[in-house]
């Protein structure tokens, strides 16, 4: 039978909980609109308390981005098993996962954070420390995308294509939560077909984009997303 005694917590297991909490309600609104009394009272402790791990919220708030920022960048990481387009279609899917769970949190994370408050989210070195962050997520994602195409030294197209790619998926993702006006399952579709489509705008340019879009054509099924892509474009051709 529980004696109702609450266990107490060590200090790396409270902090821990303070930023899952804090992500929880960052999930729903605006970082700048939860309060740390807010945070206390989801937590079930005291507003001291939380002082007594984080010297205030905006260093608690600097510690979800980073775990946040964490766990998209590991959104796109994707066994090498299967035609690239599935695979594709797989980290669009964990993508708007995180999109979709993490909504506010989100827009304030990739548009560098809320504006200036009295408990310093927003100022300068805020802001700087959310680009670094959002750059470090961007690079993650570029890598990823790199060993996907089995490249290790890309050629500037390429790396155009990938980091243009990438920045596509961002706005598009941005654009979605303001009112959701386009069902999730079609824009990750859609952002498969976008890199394919980029693919071959860089191909017409480059020679090693070019090779690449061969063995994505060459090895992709007649019903992966890259086959639907082409079968579609030939009917409009029609």
Known sequence: ?????????????RRQQLIG???ELFSRRSPDEVSIDEIASAAGISRPLVYHYFP???????????RAAEDLAGRFAEPHEGP???????????????????????????????????????????????HALIDSVRQAAYEQMLS??????????????????????????????????????ELEVQL????????????VHDEDTAALLHTMARNEPADGPFAELVGRLMSLAS
């Open 1 to 13: 039978m529980s004696t109702g005694v609450r266990r107490r917590m060590g200090v790396e297991e």
């Open 56 to 66: 205030g919220k905006l260093s608690l708030y600097e510690a979800a981005l980073k």
């Open 84 to 130: 690239l387009g599935a695979r594709l279609l797989r980290v669009m899917r964990r993508f708007f996962d995180f999109v979709d769970e993490h909504g506010p949190g989100f827009s304030a994370l990739m548009r560098g954070g809320p504006a200036v408050s009295a408990d310093g989210i927003g100022s300068r070195e805020h802001v700087s420390a959310t």
């Open 148 to 185: 996907h195409l089995d490249v290790t030294d890309p050629s500037p197209r390429l790396e155009l294509v990938v980091r243009s790619w990438i920045s596509l998926a961002e706005s598009t993702a941005l654009i979605w939560l303001d009112g959701r006006r386009v069902p999730r399952a």
């Open 192 to 203: 498969v077909h976008d890199f394919a489509a980029l693919a071959a705008v860089g191909a």
């Open 21 to 23: 909490v804090a992500l």
